[in-house]
């Protein structure tokens, strides 16, 4: 949360078989995220408002927690491509408020959004550095990222950069969230950059890493073509 702002505490509203009314009534009065919560204390669904079906779900022996929280506004720039447009689609699912960003070619036109259209709009310096963005995602060559990455965290966001841009520069997290999410906590105190590997590199390091936890790799060979 940012510095000031008031999170109201999660405060538990149903138990077991009273779950489905329950969440329907909360989505109902706008409550804006909800937990599932198992009987092993483990949470098994967080439901955003308006954006998951909530028919039969069950949550046996546990608990459900509810609290309106303020939503953060995430851009995607390069929305129109292949990245961009799985990230809109997974957005989507889960609720999020969302801008959607592109080159001047694409710049208004509509981009599908769930089951509505979101207007796009050009990934320009003037738009990304406005301050109007929590979090930035950006799906766009290394040399767009390189020129618009800088003005939107001078800006005050989050901006993660799926490019090489900023892959092996040192300060910069390279995070895959499966594996050290927790590195990218450290963006916070640079400039609020983080770096992903690339498209080989990420679910091959989501497989390694149990594997290493449980007992301990001292090399890797990987071929790519």
């Known amino acids: 949360a940012d510095a000031g702002q008031v999170i109201p505490p999660w405060r538990e509203v149903a138990r077991s078989k009273d779950a489905p009314k329950q969440l329907r009534k909360l989505l109902a009065d706008g409550v804006d995220r909800i937990l599932v919560w198992g009987g092993d204390g483990t949470v098994r669904r967080c439901i955003v408002s308006n954006c998951t079906s ?79 963005v929590d979090l930035f995602l950006f799906s766009v060559g290394t040399g767009a990222s390189r020129e618009l ?16 841009a900023y892959r092996l520069v040192d300060g910069y997290p390279l995070v895959v969230p499966e594996v050290n999410a927790q590195r990218a906590v450290e963006s916070l105190a640079r400039d609020r950059i983080v770096a992903n590997p690339n498209c080989c590199t990420i679910p091959l390091t989501c497989v390694l890493k149990p594997l290493h936890e449980a007992a301990g790799l001292a090399r890797v060979h990987v071929s790519t073509y």
């Open 54 to 132: 909530i028919a039969g779900i069950e949550c046996p022996d546990g608990r459900i927690e509810s609290s309106t929280i303020a939503r953060n506004r995430i851009g995607v720039v390069g929305a129109t491509g292949a990245v961009g447009t799985i990230t809109l689609e997974l957005l989507a699912e889960r609720g999020y408020d969302v801008r959607a960003f592109a080159s001047a070619r694409s710049a208004g036109s509509r981009l599908p959004f769930g089951h509505e259209e979101i207007l796009g709009e050009e990934a320009s310096p003037e738009a990304l550095s406005a301050g109007d």
């Open 149 to 164: 990455v800088p003005i939107a965290s001078a800006a005050g966001a989050i901006c993660v950069d799926k490019s090489s």
